[in-house]
């Protein structure tokens, strides 16, 4: 059974399975905000706080200690493990910018050219419009130097050699993405849930479509892809921010679609949209149609893509998640 690292505001929860299931409290009062495992590590996770500066863990989850010298900001919103390329890994910050480390997150350096892209002068974060951020970095599985990251809000971007040159969105592209997503099986696709709908790219981004078909709400913030099927996707969904984070007026719902089906409502074994933040999702890597979904009500899995769901059945303390749910990470056994 896998380990799952939740990030909630106060605090990093970590749910582990022996005979039983323990969960374990780190990084309190740091504020956790975003996390990466590391794919050619499994013990090795990253987690970005908002204020706290970038954590690093090796021995998948026990102990934490910080890393990022060269990294300006303390707000670390997005982090990313580059698959293809062994140690490399990226960090974006508020305000928007974005690092990179060779060496596994000793030592950072910026990579300036995101700040200079025409796009940046429009970029704004409604709740705050003074700033913005770097909401989701998301690493190529097939293509070294091949990065995408997203700003909330204003753009998607890419580059294609690691950093040393970025490409500015393209007009049809999403504008609020918050989760992006990659698959082995499908070179040069994009998935990307966003607060302006869901978007597809079959070519690295070079252009877009909004497919929307089936939604009843079109604000989304979670996406997650079977593994080992590129084309079955699910997504949280609700019908705006103010119900999207916030257990106390929350309202989300999942939808999955495949090939050959639109969007589809997919609550079998969810808790009610009502009273349910918008879920987070990880994948079992090299498990065909398990995924995860974390939301206010604990951890939930399915094994065919979101047709049906079920909840495990982990002793979280009480009010473990009255601040929502910032990001799901899970490590391999």
Known sequence: MSTFIIATEPVLLIARHTSTWLVEERLVGRAPKSLAGDPANPARVYCGTAGSGLWRSDDAGRTWNPVGAGITYPEITAVAVHPVERSVVYAGTEPSAVFRSENGGETWRELPGLRALPSSRSWFFPPRPETHHVRWIEAD????????????????????????????????????????????????R?????????????????????????????????????PGDPDAVVVSAASGPFVAYSPRRAEAYVYRKTARRPFQPAMEGLPDGRGTVASRFAAEQGERGVLYAANNHGIFRTADAGQRWKAL?????????????????????
């Open 313 to 333: 059945e982990i002793p979280w303390a009480p009010g473990a998640f009255a601040d929502g749910v910032e990001a799901l990470a899970c490590l391999p056994e």
């Open 141 to 188: 599985p097939a293509v070294a130097g091949r990065v995408f990251v997203a700003i909330e809000a204003g753009a998607f971007v890419r580059t294609l050699d690691g950093g040393a040159t970025w490409l500015d969105r393209v007009p049809e592209g999403p504008i609020d993405t918050h989760t992006a997503a990659t698959h082995t099986m499908a070179r040069d």
């Open 190 to 226: 994009i998935y990307s849930a966003a607060g302006d709908g869901y978007f597809e790219s079959d070519d690295a981004g070079e252009s877009w479509s909004r497919r929307v078909e089936g939604l009843r709400h079109f604000y989304l913030v979670g996406v997650g892809v079977d």
